[in-house]
């Protein structure tokens, strides 16, 4: 048997906290400074958790070699296969030619204004690619679309990456907080789920302050204070109902669909608003932009029938999750199976406080969100194979069965560092790592709230991903709230979804996100970083304030 403990080091707390950040330290340093790919980082930095866990946190070898192979199953499953399927959801729409119609659509909401054309595919489309793929795609689609309309190079990927920041809590059908939820609950499904309801309803008194606003900083990015000039008004229709939208979907409703319908919304929103109000100076931003003017003869070939069709896959997976979310979840769950990991389950190894820390495996096959965006994409899949219209658009069941396999295969290495990283993760969880750094932050007392963001900040930053982020994370942040004294009468999962919002503006400056922009607009990451970095630090001191004043004297307002 093994239990953790909080200072094997020399019987020493800091001291064990240090040699604890080791495993950390090394992923970081083989991201920035050796530049290694993250699979490879992730490789050497588990290897450094497992020696850390055998020669100074006094844990068996087998049973630390046991622990990374349960992480690994987590990451894979369902974590690896949300995400895959999330991506090849919106493949979907790709093979079959219809995204082409919804470029087209933004064409024609636009009235001819860059400025409102650009915003709605970095913010709407860019915030339903997030939401249901992550990992770079939005970014990587929306920076071609809008270099597409004419926007500068420079311009258009400090725009999406600054797009980009407002749905990543909730992307990729929220499994950065679907993470945090199970990092935190000792392995037991009930708990995880109530601790990731919980976390994503905080999260939603927070995202939608910086989302508000995001659409109006998109306009200045692309046209100064012009662009705020002309286009303050739509701007603040896209942010103010895309907010009220996120804030209420993850408080009352499937919070996994949080940016799906939010995005949904702003898109309808300046939809019916364009109706009412044209915008100004569109030949004149032409002109800056070096486009010759709107021709008034220019038409859409685009019907309202194909308008619906090119959102059909948004309104099914809405359709699909709010039958399994809020009409048959009991029933799915029921088809869970609980697996207790061979080797450390059974009291073979605890947590300091001598409890399982989560040794038991769950087998979601039909709860998981993966399975009902397979659903949901098949389901696309076979509308769109019977609507092809006399042979326009090229859809199949087949092509979209053989884009399963293609998806899985280009994830790949995104998958393996995941899987590693959930690795990691777990050793230092078992070991007791991760509570020895936990339990000396919350030395710091009242300033904690202030350094909470910033973890999920780094962490994000460095590996590309909130959801890795979270699972390095959030145990700690969740150890660290228990045993700060000075925070007896704030749910630690305000600090979940600190770590979580830390993550959402160190999106923008990481490596992948920045390797992604400089692709699609051939721009030098270093120039766009020194363009993105400025946003996503005040962004970040942003968040560090809300936090610091939610856990004190606006405790009231969380959920």
Known sequence: MFQALLDPVASNLGLSALVACIPLLTFFIMLLGVKAKAHTSAVVALAVAVLVAIIGFQMPAGLALVS?????????????????MAVWFYEVTVVSGRSEDLRKFFDQVGGGDIRIQAMMIAFCFGGLLEALAGFGAPIAVTATMILALGVKPKRAALAVLLANTAPVAYGAVATPITTAGSMVAGGDPTIAAATAQHVAAIVGYQAPIFAMFVPLLLVFILDGGRGVKDCWLPALVVGVSFAITQWWCSNHFAYELTDVIASLVGLCAIVIFMRFWKPKGVDG????????????????????????????????????????????????????????????????????????????????????????????????????????????????????????????????????????????????????????????????????PVISPLLGWVGTAVTGSDTSANALFAGLQYSAAMSNTALANVTPDLFLAANTMGGVVGKMISPQSLAIAAVATQVREADIMKEVLPWSIAFLIGTCILVGLQSTVLTFILP
């Open 68 to 84: 990374a192979t349960q992480g690994a199953a987590f990451g894979a499953f369902p974590i690896v296969y949300i995400i895959c």
């Open 285 to 448: 931003v032409r002109e800056r932009f070096g486009l010759p003017p709107m021709a008034e003869s220019a038409q859409s070939d685009l019907t309202p029938s194909r308008t619906f069709m090119a959102l059909v896959p948004y309104i099914i997976v809405v359709v699909v999750f709010a039958i399994c979310k809020l009409g048959i979840p009991s029933i799915l769950a029921q088809t869970d199976i609980k697996i207790a990991w061979p080797v450390i389950s059974g009291g073979t190894v605890l947590s300091a406080a001598g409890k399982d820390p989560g040794t038991t495996f769950n087998l979601n096959l039909l709860s998981t969100p993966g399975t009902m965006l397979l659903i949901a994409g098949l389901i696309t899949a076979l509308v769109y194979s019977l609507n092809n219209e006399n042979g326009r658009y090229t859809a199949t069941m087949g092509g979209a069965i053989k884009a399963i396999g293609t998806t899985f295969y280009r994830m790949r290495f995104s998958a393996l560092t995941i899987v590693l990283v959930l690795s990691l993760a777990y050793v230092m969880n078992f070991s007791g790592q991760t509570i020895s750094i936990g339990e000396f932050l919350s030395g710091s007392g009242p300033a904690f």
